[in-house]
Every structure is written in C-alpha cells, then in structure tokens.
C-alpha cells in the first residue's frame, strides 16, 4: 500500500473550499468505473470519498487501471476537478507529484506537461471561485428553498468544462428537450417511451411509479398511461393516471414485456414502429436480464442505432440493471453486461438510471431480490425508483453537454467500384439509381477501397442490390464479400481466386422474389476492422454454377458499413 497526503490540497484550493472540500477516488480504466475479474465474479469499483482532507493508503495500479480523483469544492456554481493518476509502489508521496496518466492507455504523461495542467485548472477555479462569491449565498438560498421533494435549482453557468460524468455520479444532466426539461417549462406535451422486460410492467415496479412521481412534481400535466400486450402486437386501454390542473399531458408508452431482451423491440420495423408510436420526448432502455452473453456493447449499440436514427431529438437513457444473487448461475455475465451498458452510455452521451450502484451501495442486496434471486422485491423497486428519480431530479436542470459527433455509417455506391473479376458494367435503373451489373453466365467480381475509422471497433456489412428483370420464384443468387486491410503484401491479382490478403466471406444464397425491389443482405456481424488500415472490400458473384440460377444481371447499388462498437 502507498500513503497518499492530501493536506497540501488545502493551501491550493480557494476559501472556503479548503475547509468543505471533499476527495473521491475510484479505480477507472478508459471511460467507466474499472471492474475487477475475481473468480466467477464480476466487482466494480466503489468510489470512496474524503471530506478533511485526510491522508490515505491506496494499493499500487501495476499498470491495470488508473485512479479518478474528483476534487469538488463544494462551491455554488463551481465544478469539480477531475485527475487521472496511477499510484506508484512506495511508502508515502504527496498528492501533487503522483504521475498524471492517460486514462485510456494509463501511459504517464511528460510531467511539465500534466503541472502545467494541474496547475492551469486550479488557476482557473481560484478565478471562478472570486467571481462567483457575491451570489455563491444566494444560490445556497435559493437550492435551499426548492427542497428534496421539488426540482433542484438552476446552476450557474459553468465556466470549467469537466469530464464525462460517469455512473456514480450520475451520466448525463439531461439535456435542453429532456422529458422533465420540458414538463418544468410547461410550454409543450411531453413523450416518454419506455422499452424493458418484465422488472418494468407492473404497477408496483419503478417505473410506473417513476410515472406516478413526474405526476407528482407537475400537477398541471395530465398523465395519460399505455402498457404493451404482445398478444395483439399493440398498447392496450388507456389509463389515466393523473388528471392535471392544465391542458398539457404526459403520455407514457410502457413497452416494458416479460422476457424481452434488447432485439424484441427490433425484431421487424411493424414492432418497432408500433412499440414507439409517436415522437417521444425521451426513450428509457432496460434490458440485460434476458441474455446470457457476457459482452453487451454491440447490442446496446444496435438498439440505441433503430432509436436514434428515426428520433435523433430524443433524450436517451438506459438503465443499469441490478445485480442478480451472486451464487445464481449469470450473475457474473450480468454485471459483466452492466459494465457494458454504463461504459457505451459514458462514451455515446446518454443517460443513466443506475440501479446496480444503487443496489450494491444499500450493500447486502439479498433483502431486495425476490425468492427467485433475481427479480426485485417490493423494497428493490423502491429503490430502482429512487435511482431513476435521481435522474431526473438532475436531468431537470440541463447542461449543455451533446452526444459526441461520431460518424456512424459509411456508403459506399457500387459505381465507384472496379472490376476485379470479368467484365462488370456500370448501368442505372428506371428510377436513376447508379449500380454495378454483375453477369448472370459467368463468375464477376468488383473490388473498392474503404477507409474505415479507428475508431470504430467492430462494424456490420450490408450489400445492398436489385436485380435486372422479374425472375421465376425460386430463383437464386449467390455472391460473396471478402476482404482485407491494404498491406505491401497484398496481391491485387484480377483471376477468380480470392487474392492474398484478402479474407474470404461466406457464400450468400438469396431467393429472388418475384417482383423487383431493392434489397440488403447483411454480409458481416460486429466484425473487428480496427486495425488503422484502409480496407479492400470485393463483391463476388459466383454466377454460371448451379448453386446461382438466376438469369439476369445482379444490380449492385452500394455497400453500407455501420459502426457495431
């Protein structure tokens, strides 16, 4: 263990916050809570905070993880300080000659470099603090006046641009068109939709009573409620839940259906639609239960995908669901899909219900599962509501803080391809869509190169074509993509072998309807491409067998690349 001394903070920080101030530590590794692997189970790490400035011991970070410290000073309208340090093996150091990292790679950064910052930031708070001292009382009066039961006040404007605020403290402060944002103006109708398994439908579960206290805080707002029935594939009766004292509403679509896991709501487009009926003010997910993978990134990515694209002004949230028993077969794989749900919602922007820090910080958790070991008891969902209700006490007061702007998808039009195999053609259909004509008599192939952000993990492939002529049913395709990251040893060669270099993709067979229409066939799933390369990607049709009995060209009108994780 290393003794860290805190004391020298006091002479930095500002009055008073030399005497309010309070210090948190939490392992951290890239943009969430680090967890600990130790044997079946999954441990996430418990911040710990101190409040005078106290020395403390830490354990050495041997390049595992890092620490976050949050230094908040408790100042009205002041943000915390945030410092990403590793803790070297050794008897004592103090707090400002630790070795500041970077908390993606946990490399050290050069020490001029991370003084200076140290340095610029509390500068920088020193002259926030001196500014805003004259209504630092007022600002105290006034959150004092608006009490727990009621929305917190407004801060002042925020002149320090902090970190991404992670799942302890809360993710996202909502933003200006957030559900409760918009009740709190009063100026227009409000949507929320929510999109869950069976931890979700019933009235004595959080989320009608989430539904219950957004009644309770804006009394004007009349409370219209629909919960989902599978059976008809629509919402059932109306209820209203609340009768309110304006003419505005709240209207709730609780899509929450037991056994339901992250694909239910996008298992066709009529579900999807039919599930979020209008445009909502703001989307919640809560899923995890229902799946056994122990990896989540990809699925939460390809939900929130189908939910931001058709409602990009939505407020976004997912809920971290709580743990299961620990000695019920899962429970690790679960809170292994929590980490996931809580580090793409800290990397992507949204909002974050979480009842797994909610439910482990009560401690023994046990007394809020069910006798199943794993739904919530009556005193569990009463403390999932609270979590919620954290949410969107601090979503009510806005921050302006987007979703990061990533490219999501990348088009690339079969024109821009070459031939690499035969003789393709370059044609245009009778609506003037370009395409690239594949041969039905003989084997043709196409060949383009994509340069696919390093950033992006993982992405899914899809072909998208037509076809020349009305066929006869039963007729078939067949057409493979490989590929492969341009490197000196690649062999671009044209004969009908796949070149070396290239990877081989498995053989699609698509039955032809009957009548013209543009379809997608998805080639790949969640396939790594990070590897920093610019890739070549080759369509190849595996025409003249008798596996492709189709007689017509195949009309290749493009390749879509979405980001998976």
């Excluded at 079946?40 to 409040?51: S, Y």
């Excluded at 060669?493 to 543009?518: E, K, R």
């Amino acid at each position: 263990m290393t003794l860290v001394r805190l004391r020298g903070l006091a002479d930095d920080l500002p009055a008073p916050s030399a005497a309010t101030v309070t210090v948190t530590l939490q392992r951290w590794a890239r943009h969430a809570p680090a967890t600990v692997i130790d044997g079946a189970d999954v441990v996430f790490a418990r911040p710990v905070t101190i409040r005078d400035l106290a020395d403390i011991s830490v354990p050495p970070t041997d390049g595992r993880y890092c620490i976050r410290w949050t230094i908040d000073p408790h100042i009205a309208g002041v943000a915390p300080l945030y410092r990403y340090t590793s803790i070297p093996a050794g008897a004592a150091i103090d707090f400002k000659n630790l070795p500041d990292v970077d908390p993606e790679t946990f490399d050290t950064r050069p020490g001029s470099d991370a003084i200076a910052a140290w340095e610029a930031a509390l500068a920088e708070l020193r002259l926030v603090a001196e500014s805003l001292a004259p209504v630092a009382s007022k600002v105290a009066a006034l959150e004092e006046l608006t009490g727990e039961g009621r929305l917190s006040a407004p801060e002042l404007s925020r002149t320090i641009v902090d970190e991404v605020e992670t799942a302890t403290v809360g993710l996202a402060r909502g933003q200006a068109n957030g559900l409760t944002s918009v009740m709190a103006r009063g100026a227009a109708d409000a949507v929320l939709a929510v999109l869950g398994d069976s931890t979700g439908n019933e009235t004595t579960e959080w989320v009608y009573r989430l539904v219950v206290w957004l009644g309770q805080q804006f009394p004007a707002y009349t409370i219209r409620y629909y919960l989902w029935d599978d059976a008809t594939q629509g919402y059932g009766a109306l209820a209203t839940i609340q009768t309110g004292t304006g003419t505005r509403t709240l209207t709730v679509y609780n899509g929450s259906h037991p056994g339901a896991g992250y694909d239910y709501p996008i298992t066709s487009v009529a579900r999807f639609n039919a599930m979020i009926p209008v445009e909502p003010t703001t989307v919640i997910n809560s899923f995890g239960y229902n799946s056994t993978s122990a990896t989540y990134r990809i699925q939460v990515l390809e939900l929130a995908r189908w939910i931001m694209n058709k409602f990009p002004s939505a407020e976004y949230v997912w809920a971290a669901q709580p743990p299961i028993s620990p000695g019920e077969t899962g429970a690790a794989n679960h809170l292994a899909r929590v980490a996931d749900v809580r580090a793409v919602a800290s990397a992507e922007g949204f909002g974050l219900i979480d009842a797994t820090q909610a439910f482990i910080d009560y401690g023994d958790y046990s007394a809020l599962l069910a006798s199943d070991n794993f739904h919530p008891n009556a005193a569990g969902s009463a403390v999932w509501f609270e979590a919620a209700k954290r949410y969107f006490k601090r979503a009510a007061d806005p921050t302006p803080r987007g979703t990061p702007a990533r490219q999501d998808r990348i088009f690339v039009p079969g024109y821009t391809f070459i031939p690499s195999t035969g003789s393709p053609t370059v044609g245009v259909t009778g609506l003037s869509f370009p395409y690239m004509a594949l041969d039905p008599t003989t084997p043709e192939g196409v060949v383009a190169l994509v340069d696919i952000p390093p950033t992006w993990k993982s992405a899914n492939v899809w072909v998208l074509w037509n076809k020349a002529a009305d066929g006869t049913a039963g007729d078939a395709l067949v057409f493979r993509l490989d590929h492969g990251r341009v490197t000196s040893s690649m062999n671009a060669n044209a004969s009908g072998t796949v070149p070396a270099g290239l990877t081989t993709g498995d053989y699609q067979t698509v039955t032809i309807l009957t009548t013209n229409a543009v379809r997608a066939t998805r080639m790949y799933t969640a396939e790594r491409f990070a590897d920093g390369r610019p890739r070549a990607f080759r369509l190849y049709r595996n025409a003249g067998t008798a596996a492709d009995t189709y007689p017509g060209d195949m009309m290749f009108l493009g390749l879509l690349i979405e980001r998976a994780e």
